[in-house]
Structure formats: structure tokens, C-alpha cells
């Protein structure tokens, strides 16, 4: 099934109330004609996508690699910073089209809708382990080279008696890569999604022995096996979705990857 048409069915589960958002990935495999220079990607990544966490994980002759908008969590000095992020529209060729881009996606149900299911996910995952929580910058833009989000930041201090896995083990997965109800968006993920995610949309990240540390969702990633390459993008389906916008969103995602590479699907 091509993913427009699996977006119009996840639409058809949604109108009948049977779930309220599902994140679904796409993947888009290549040939490379050289093993990947990873000095030149690791420079391309971090200099066209400055404000996002650029990862690499190697394992025998795989790597794992991307430049992700997303941080799951920060720990410092007692406080745990949670960026939500959801809601997308692209960059504009010009100031002004790209400023009616970022009117459109302020000014959009269907992207406030999806980012106030991060945001009361986050709240309702903290709240046991947490106190003072607060939301800061509600409702801004993060702008990136290739397309901009709502982005707010959600702080608060960490309960005497819990530790950051803690809290990690209650944000994750989060509604920006598997949806919600997440029991129900997870099954119908396993359902629409012909291949394993693998470490696309996990978490990565470090820690040390003071309870600091800083983790990220794995978006915007690929895997390199010897030449060959795989992709990974993913859109959050609601109700008001179209499946041609979600398409579009994905291609714009996957060719911040692709376009390290001079290669053709």
C-alpha cells in the first residue's frame, strides 16, 4: 500500500474515533556508489542544520546517523528541559513566503492540534515525578534549513527520589513518532508499516554520574551498511490531515539525508 493511501486509511480509523493521531514513516533505500565520507557529512549536517543534535552510532560495518530537531529531555542541577515539536510547514524561497509559511502554520487546527498532543502527553507523563512544571515559548517557531515547527519548551524540577530514566521511561515513546492512544497507535504502526523502525525515532543521547545528561529522538536519520543506504521520515496523521501535504512533509524530511548523496532511488 503507498503511504497516501495509507493515510487515508489511518483517516477513515480516525473519523471513526478509533484513534486520534498515528505517526506513520516512510523509508527510501539507495545504492551509493562510495562508502559515505563521514567528515563531509558530519560538516554538511551540522552546518545546514546548526540548531538540531547531529549523532552518529557505529556498529561493525553499519552506521546509524542524522540530524535531529527533537531533544527528549535535559538534566542539569535538579531541572529537566522537554523540547515538544510538532507541527511542520516548509521554508519559503523569500522572507515574505516564508513568513506566510509561518502564519499558515500558527494559523493551522490541524498542526496546533497536533503539537497539544505533545504537550499534554509531556505533562501528563511528568506529573508524578516532577513539580513546577511550566511551559515556556508556547507556540514558537523553530526554523531549520529545510523547514520550520512549533516548537515550546516544557521545564521542571525533578521529585526527590526519581532519577532521568525515570522520566525517560515515561515520555517514551512520544506522540511525535507513534501517536495517540499510544497502545493503539503502536499496533496500528506495526499494522501499516511494512519494515522494523530499528533505531529510527529511538532515543540517543548521554549521561554521566550526577544525574546530567541530554537525549534525543532519532529523527532524521538513515542507515549505511557498506553502499547501501536507507531513510527514514515519519508525519503525524490527525483529522484534518491531507494525504498529499503528508507526502510532501516526508519528502522534505528525507531530503535533508538524500541530498548528502549524489546517488538516484
Given at each position: 500500500?503507498?503511504?497516501?493511501?495509507?493515510?487515508?486509511?489511518?483517516?477513515?480509523?480516525?473519523?471513526?474515533?478509533?484513534?486520534?493521531?498515528?505517526?506513520?514513516?516512510?523509508?527510501?533505500?539507495?545504492?551509493?556508489?562510495?562508502?559515505?565520507?563521514?567528515?563531509?557529512?558530519?560538516?554538511?549536517?551540522?552546518?545546514?542544520?546548526?540548531?538540531?543534535?547531529?549523532?552518529?552510532?557505529?556498529?561493525?560495518?553499519?552506521?546509524?546517523?542524522?540530524?535531529?530537531?527533537?531533544?527528549?529531555?535535559?538534566?542539569?542541577?535538579?531541572?529537566?528541559?522537554?523540547?515538544?515539536?510538532?507541527?511542520?510547514?516548509?521554508?519559503?524561497?523569500?522572507?515574505?513566503?516564508?513568513?506566510?509559511?509561518?502564519?499558515?502554520?500558527?494559523?493551522?487546527?490541524?498542526?496546533?492540534?497536533?503539537?497539544?498532543?505533545?504537550?499534554?502527553?509531556?505533562?501528563?507523563?511528568?506529573?508524578?515525578?516532577?513539580?513546577?512544571?511550566?511551559?515556556?515559548?508556547?507556540?514558537?517557531?523553530?526554523?531549520?534549513?529545510?523547514?520550520?515547527?512549533?516548537?515550546?519548551?516544557?521545564?521542571?524540577?525533578?521529585?526527590?527520589?526519581?532519577?532521568?530514566?525515570?522520566?525517560?521511561?515515561?515520555?517514551?515513546?512520544?506522540?511525535?513518532?507513534?501517536?495517540?492512544?499510544?497502545?493503539?497507535?503502536?499496533s496500528i504502526?506495526?499494522?501499516?508499516?511494512?519494515?522494523?523502525?530499528?533505531m529510527y525515532?529511538?532515543?540517543?543521547?548521554?549521561?554521566?554520574?550526577?544525574?546530567?545528561?541530554?537525549?534525543?529522538?532519532?529523527?532524521?536519520?538513515?542507515?549505511?551498511?557498506?553502499?547501501?543506504?536507507?531513510?527514514?521520515?515519519?508525519?503525524?496523521?490527525?483529522?484534518?490531515?491531507?494525504?498529499?501535504?503528508?507526502?510532501?512533509?516526508?519528502?522534505?524530511?528525507?531530503?535533508?539525508?538524500?541530498n548528502l548523496?549524489?546517488?538516484?532511488?
Amino acid at each position: 500500500m503507498l503511504f497516501r493511501s495509507k493515510v487515508d486509511s489511518l483517516l477513515d480509523l480516525i473519523q471513526r474515533k478509533e484513534i486520534d493521531k498515528v505517526v506513520l514513516s516512510r523509508k527510501v533505500s539507495l545504492k551509493l556508489k562510495h562508502r559515505p565520507n563521514w567528515n563531509y557529512i558530519h560538516k554538511k549536517l551540522t552546518n545546514n542544520f546548526p540548531s538540531c543534535h547531529f549523532f552518529i552510532f557505529h556498529q561493525n560495518e553499519s552506521f546509524f546517523f542524522g540530524s535531529t530537531p527533537e531533544r527528549l529531555a535535559k538534566f542539569k542541577d535538579g531541572v529537566v528541559e522537554i523540547d515538544a515539536l510538532a507541527g511542520s510547514a516548509p521554508r519559503g524561497k523569500d522572507e515574505n513566503e516564508d513568513r506566510m509559511f509561518e502564519e499558515k502554520l500558527l494559523n493551522s487546527q490541524k498542526d496546533i492540534n497536533e503539537h497539544n498532543f505533545v504537550i499534554d502527553h509531556i505533562k501528563k507523563s511528568i506529573k508524578e515525578t516532577t513539580e513546577e512544571i511550566e511551559i515556556q515559548n508556547k507556540y514558537d517557531i523553530k526554523k531549520l534549513n529545510n523547514i520550520q515547527h512549533l516548537h515550546s519548551r516544557i521545564t521542571a524540577k525533578i521529585r526527590n527520589g526519581f532519577t532521568p530514566f525515570d522520566l525517560l521511561m515515561k515520555l517514551y515513546p512520544t506522540p511525535a513518532i507513534c501517536g495517540v492512544s499510544r497502545e493503539k497507535a503502536y499496533s496500528i504502526i506495526n499494522e501499516f508499516e511494512d519494515y522494523e523502525r530499528g533505531m529510527y525515532s529511538g532515543v540517543i543521547g548521554w549521561f554521566n554520574f550526577y544525574n546530567e545528561g541530554e537525549f534525543t529522538v532519532a529523527l532524521r536519520s538513515a542507515v549505511t551498511d557498506k553502499k547501501n543506504l536507507t531513510a527514514f521520515a515519519g508525519s503525524g496523521i490527525v483529522a484534518s490531515s491531507d494525504p498529499n501535504t503528508e507526502f510532501e512533509e516526508t519528502e522534505i524530511k528525507l531530503k535533508a539525508i538524500l541530498n548528502l548523496f549524489d546517488e538516484k532511488d
